[in-house]
C-alpha cells in the first residue's frame, strides 16, 4: 500500500505546476503522482481560502532575492570603481 502524500508534498507540487511552466503531465511524473491526482489537488488549492502562508512565503523569498540582486549590484560597482582607478594608476 503506497504512503499518503504529505500536505507539503502536495503544496510543493501544485506550486511547481503553477509556476514551473512545464507542463502538467511532466510535473506529474516528475512527483510520482497521476495526472489527475494533480489536477484535483490544483483544483483543491484554488478553492482553498487558506493560502497566504504560501503567499507569504513567496513574497519572503522575492524579498530576500532583491535584497541580494542590490548587493550584487553594489559590490559589482564597487569592482568596476576599483578596476578605473587600478587602471588609470597604471598608465
Not at 499518503?4 to 503531465?25: D, H, M
Not at 513574497?59 to 559590490?75: G, W
Request: a positive charge.
Amino acid at each position: 500500500m503506497a504512503q499518503k502524500p504529505t500536505p507539503e508534498f502536495r503544496a510543493e507540487a501544485v506550486r511547481v505546476a503553477l509556476t514551473s511552466g512545464l507542463p502538467r503531465k511532466q510535473v506529474a511524473a516528475d512527483f510520482g503522482v497521476g495526472f489527475s491526482t494533480l489536477s484535483r489537488w490544483i483544483q483543491q488549492d484554488r478553492r482553498n481560502p487558506e493560502k497566504p502562508a504560501a503567499q507569504s512565503d513567496l513574497e519572503r523569498e522575492v524579498a530576500e532575492l532583491r535584497k541580494e540582486n542590490r548587493m550584487l549590484r553594489e559590490e559589482r560597482d564597487v569592482l568596476k570603481k576599483a578596476t578605473q582607478f587600478f587602471a588609470e594608476r597604471s598608465k
